[in-house]
């Protein structure tokens, strides 16, 4: 488009038609003024237009792979008073139940049995002359079962380098931390990979999620958006005028059922942390952004 311009601007009657409109009052009537500066300035400029300049940030994507609570949160003291509450009103406006009309029904069979005119033969018959299980029977048995009753603990790796599984904290949702070199030390990150020509961010982060050491990690990523974006400079002695920086852009995924963790005697560089945790680890200009995205369920 610039050398045709270019050619328009140069012929005499465009130079005529351009004079023309400024010395009539066209401008008045709504017609814009074009300015033939203007457009020279602009056909010099897309004629002179270098070809395209390679980004001085280097892109990556990363991955928010959260870990949903499996079992319910631990209840506070007021939940605890509030749960009691609830169960005595509901106890109270409740029916009867079958066991508890049966409790009721032998309470007054034996009350009949005590009695004065009390008939063994009538009572027999009435009940088949067969041996029954009273409900009082059934309640010893339960008390009995309840005392060997151990619930599960709510965290299955009590003992072991409980950082590195996903089985911890079963009432909290984790997120998952790799630790990478970055320049001349190791810190901890989200899951990241470089971005590379004919990929998308998201191909990206998946990348950086699959390649993981020794993890097999299966995850559902909540769309192609990301949710969020980390812009930081390089230190001075490594910065250059075509790398100045990087660029993170963040997509939220969720961990699917039956994924590997780290199990005991293991050193993966990887670990499970509440959000509560996550400023013992990552650095407070990178958790300032990852906090803006991470939802403590």
């Given at each position: 488009?610039?050398?045709?311009?270019?050619?328009?601007?140069?012929?005499?009657?465009?130079?005529?038609?351009?004079?023309?409109?400024?010395?009539?009052?066209?401008?008045?009537?709504?017609?814009?003024?074009?300015?033939?500066?203007?457009?020279?300035?602009?056909?010099?400029?897309?004629?002179?237009?270098?070809?395209?300049?390679?980004?001085?940030?280097?892109?990556?994507?990363?991955?928010?792979?959260?870990?949903?609570?499996?079992?319910?949160?631990?209840?506070?003291?007021?939940?605890?008073?509030?749960?009691?509450?609830?169960?005595?009103?509901?106890?109270?406006?409740?029916l009867l139940s079958e066991h508890e009309q049966r409790l009721l029904e032998e309470a007054e069979r034996v009350?009949?049995?005590?009695?004065?005119?009390?008939?063994?033969?009538?009572?027999?018959?009435?009940?088949?002359?067969?041996?029954?299980?009273?409900?009082?029977?059934?309640?010893?048995?339960?008390?009995?079962?309840?005392?060997?009753?151990?619930?599960?603990?709510?965290?299955?790796?009590?003992?072991?380098?409980?950082?590195?599984?996903?089985?911890?904290?079963?009432?909290?949702?984790?997120?998952?931390?790799?630790?990478?070199?970055?320049?001349?030390?190791?810190?901890?990150?989200?899951?990241?990979a470089q971005w590379e020509a004919g990929e998308t961010l998201r191909q990206t982060a998946e990348r950086g999620?699959?390649?993981?050491?020794?993890?097999?990690?299966?995850?559902?990523?909540?769309?192609?958006?990301?949710?969020?974006?980390?812009?930081?400079?390089?230190?001075?002695?490594?910065?250059?005028?075509?790398?100045?920086?990087?660029?993170?852009?963040?997509?939220?995924?969720?961990?699917?059922?039956?994924?590997?963790?780290?199990?005991?005697?293991?050193?993966?560089?990887?670990?499970?942390?509440?959000?509560?945790?996550?400023?013992?680890?990552?650095?407070?200009?990178?958790?300032?952004?990852?906090?803006?995205?991470?939802?403590?369920?």
């Amino acid at each position: 488009m610039a050398a045709p311009c270019s050619r328009m601007v140069n012929r005499p009657l465009f130079r005529q038609f351009m004079t023309h409109v400024r010395r009539t009052g066209l401008k008045h009537t709504g017609v814009r003024l074009i300015s033939l500066s203007c457009v020279c300035r602009a056909a010099t400029r897309s004629q002179s237009k270098p070809g395209s300049v390679a980004s001085p940030w280097k892109l990556y994507g990363a991955v928010c792979l959260q870990r949903l609570p499996v079992i319910s949160q631990e209840r506070n003291p007021v939940e605890d008073r509030f749960a009691e509450l609830m169960h005595q009103m509901e106890l109270e406006r409740s029916l009867l139940s079958e066991h508890e009309q049966r409790l009721l029904e032998e309470a007054e069979r034996v009350r009949r049995k005590q009695a004065d005119n009390y008939d063994s033969d009538e009572e027999e018959a009435d009940y088949g002359g067969q041996e029954t299980i009273t409900a009082q029977d059934q309640e010893d048995t339960w008390e009995l079962n309840l005392k060997h009753f151990q619930p599960a603990l709510r965290d299955r790796d009590v003992g072991v380098p409980a950082l590195g599984s996903v089985e911890r904290c079963l009432g909290d949702s984790l997120v998952l931390l790799v630790q990478q070199t970055v320049g001349k030390g190791n810190i901890w990150l989200l899951p990241q990979a470089q971005w590379e020509a004919g990929e998308t961010l998201r191909q990206t982060a998946e990348r950086g999620l699959a390649s993981l050491p020794e993890a097999d990690f299966k995850a559902t990523f909540l769309g192609n958006t990301p949710c969020g974006v980390y812009k930081y400079k390089f230190p001075k002695d490594v910065r250059t005028d075509a790398c100045v920086g990087a660029k993170v852009f963040f997509f939220k995924a969720l961990l699917s059922a039956g994924s590997a963790s780290r199990s005991a005697g293991q050193n993966k560089p990887f670990l499970w942390a509440k959000k509560t945790e996550l400023q013992g680890y990552l650095k407070p200009a990178y958790l300032e952004k990852v906090n803006r995205f991470i939802l403590d369920l």
